[in-house]
């Protein structure tokens, strides 16, 4: 278990729709990534905050937004959904988000849909 | 152009024998991070070792080794008696230090089928 909790676990939604994935990050993180794994693109990075501040910037679609809280909780929020959206995102967090820290990542939620 | 280049897509091995999973890196940077991360059936990532650029120890952990060479901008992954356990895909990923934010750029992953 890494410490990284991501609700919910599997998300099944029409084409159109919204939905909002959830991320808490360890205890003690202050950093929060975002990935999205696909079978054709593999693990692609949307976007990084740290500390309730957007730190870098990924190949994140206009159609997804998200942000991080001031108890650090992360959000990802997805709009439009498209099938081409399915995928597994993981959060991932870690102490200070620099290049030279690992990262440990939720267990992902994986998105459908239909 | 891709940081991470992980030629092998598929191995398999018979358990017990010994298995090398390939990492190749490009960076403009001196300093810079290297990383290994399993992710198992279930899903998840797991992350195995962080190495830095200027340590160029090679690593050993149990059944698992490291070899980290500048030269040739590698970073291997050797599996010794391999297990069914071990069986999973296999990341490599690199980042590089930045004033604005960090990321990993992760190569493709090699799925690793260990069996019995």
């Known amino acids: 278990d890494s410490g990284v909790t991501q609700t919910p676990k599997h998300l099944i939604t029409a084409t159109g729709q919204r939905v909002t994935l959830r991320c808490s990050p360890r205890?003690?993180?202050?950093?929060v990534y975002w990935y999205q794994q696909s079978l054709d693109q593999g693990l692609q990075f949307l976007i990084q905050y740290y500390n309730g501040e957007e730190r870098a910037k990924g190949n994140i679609l206009e159609r997804f937004s998200a942000q991080q809280f001031p108890d650090l909780h992360s959000e990802l929020n997805l709009s439009s959904l498209e099938l081409g959206d399915s995928a597994l995102y993981f959060c991932?967090?870690?102490?200070?988000?620099?290049?030279?820290?690992?990262?440990?990542f939720g267990q992902g939620t994986r998105l459908t849909v239909v | 152009a891709q940081k991470v280049t992980q030629a092998q897509t598929e191995i398999s091995v018979v358990e017990k024998e010994d298995v090398t999973l390939d990492c190749v890196y490009e960076?403009?940077?001196?300093?810079?991070?290297l990383f290994w991360y399993k992710q198992p059936p279930s899903g998840e990532l797991v992350f195995l070792i962080r190495r830095n650029s200027f340590d160029e120890q090679n690593e050993i952990s149990g059944r698992y080794s490291w070899n980290f060479q500048k030269s040739t901008s590698s970073f291997n992954f050797t599996i010794t008696a391999s297990q069914v356990v071990d069986s999973a895909v296999y990341f490599c990923?690199?980042?590089?230090?930045?004033?604005?934010?960090?990321?990993?750029?992760f190569g493709t992953g090699t799925s690793l089928t260990v069996i019995p």
């Open positions: 960076t403009r940077d001196t300093t810079y991070y």
């Open positions: 991932a967090s870690s102490p200070s988000g620099g290049a030279n820290t690992e990262a440990f």
């Open positions: 205890s003690g993180d202050l950093s």
């Open positions: 990923a690199l980042s590089e230090p930045s004033n604005t934010g960090n990321q990993f750029y």
